[in-house]
């Protein structure tokens, strides 16, 4: 699914932490929700109703670092066929919006080698990402609201990552 572009963007940095949730317009991190496996990787909220159901999500190195190869292996069911969709990303540095945009499905998974129609059943995926050693120190906040294209929740991922020098 949009499960790679959704992990692309929220490992653009490393430390897991909660935000306070009346900093207005910043994106919530929680506890609660942590996605299985070796990543800094929360759903939005009780993923019980997604059609995704991600069974773990491992990265290499974890927490990602500047200027390394980060390895996203992944593995899910999908509850439904995803033949379209919509995604909203989100990306904070701080206080501050750098990506704050929407985004087709089927185009975004193309950058992580995967295509429409998404099958119903289950889904491994493996890839690498060079991340760039220029990576500006600091905090960051990601968001992917993934839904389908009836509206239908598909997966919502949040990461709080920081990079140090």
Known sequence: MKLT????????VATVSATPSWVPGQVT???DFKVPGENPLYFCADPK???????????????PQPGSTLTI??????????EGGKMHLQVKYGLITLINQD???????????????LDKGE?????????????????YT???DVYDKEGEKITCLTSKISFHR
Do not use: H, Q, W, Y
């Open 29 to 31: 991190v929680k506890e």
């Open 49 to 63: 109703d997604n059609i995704l159901e991600i069974e773990n999500v491992d990265l290499s190195p974890n927490p």
């Open 73 to 82: 292996k992944a593995k899910g069911d999908f509850k439904d066929k995803i």
């Open 103 to 117: 985004a087709d499905l089927c185009e975004t998974i193309g950058k992580a080698d995967l295509e429409c129609p």
């Open 123 to 139: 889904m491994k995926l493996t890839k690498d990402v060079d991340l760039p050693r220029e990576i500006p120190p600091g905090t």
């Open 142 to 144: 990601v968001l992917a």
């Open 5 to 12: 572009a959704v992990l692309l963007a929220a490992t653009t």
